[in-house]
């Protein structure tokens, strides 16, 4: 059964530290995506990534990077994590565009307190 | 970046009812994807929609997609308590070539 899986399903960090979200995927898919979601304001996205190496901003980047060292990897750094950094990190990958979907991991909802 | 309007935003149901939602644009797409997310979950992809006026089945799930491929709409039969979910369509609109989200239609179907 081919997935996504996020490393966490809940995380609580404190204000300030450094928090890593882990993506693999396991479908040899090109392209890899971050995003949150929050109520009423949909999914957003954070970075994607459309080759190793390779990363690209989305909507709203500032206060996140990320890495792709491998094809199968994907990561989400929160530099100095805020509390309006609080909500459901999703991460998605897909094997081109144009009418391809996507596959998304479970989710990891994150509180900063 | 090009929006997609979804409505209605909230919508509780009792089991055995029929419903539809929507799903709306201004511009127009090569192609439309519906997903559902369940509580707690991720989005999963349940249909891609590709040609102007197109009619795809779902056992209890319709699906069309407009005639000028700036809509869609997507309507269920006999809902049951398992459909309640957030329905989320997508089209590839973003900037860099990235799908474009709605933001969802919440669904709770009560027995």
């Known amino acids: 059964d081919v997935k996504v899986t996020q490393s966490s399903r809940y995380l609580v960090k404190r204000t300030g530290e450094k928090v890593f979200l882990e993506c693999v995927q396991d479908m040899d898919h090109e392209n890899m995506f971050w995003y949150r979601q929050d109520p009423g304001l949909g999914l957003r996205l954070i970075y994607f990534s459309y080759d190793v190496k390779m990363k690209e901003k989305g909507d709203i980047p500032e206060g996140y990077s990320v890495s792709r060292e491998k094809k199968e990897r994907f990561s989400l750094i929160l530099e100095s994590a805020s509390t309006n950094q609080t909500s459901m990190y999703l991460c998605a990958s897909s094997l081109g565009t144009g009418s391809y979907g996507y596959t998304f991991g479970s989710g990891t909802r994150l509180t900063v307190v | ?111």
Do not use: M
Request: net charge neutral.
């Open chain 2, 1 to 111: 970046t090009q929006l997609l309007e979804q409505s209605p935003q909230f919508l509780s149901i009792q089991e055995g009812e029929n419903l539809t939602v929507y799903c709306n644009s201004s511009s127009v797409f090569s192609s439309l994807q519906w997903y559902r997310q369940e509580p707690g979950e991720g989005p999963v992809l349940l249909v891609t929609v590709v040609t102007g006026g197109e009619v795809k089945k779902l056992k209890r799930l319709t699906f069309q997609f407009g005639d000028a491929r700036k809509d869609s709409s997507l309507h269920i039969t006999a809902a049951q308590p398992g459909d309640t979910g957030l329905y989320l369509c997508a089209a590839y609109g973003g900037s860099q070539g990235n799908l474009i989200f709605g933001k969802g239609t919440k669904l709770s179907v009560k027995p």
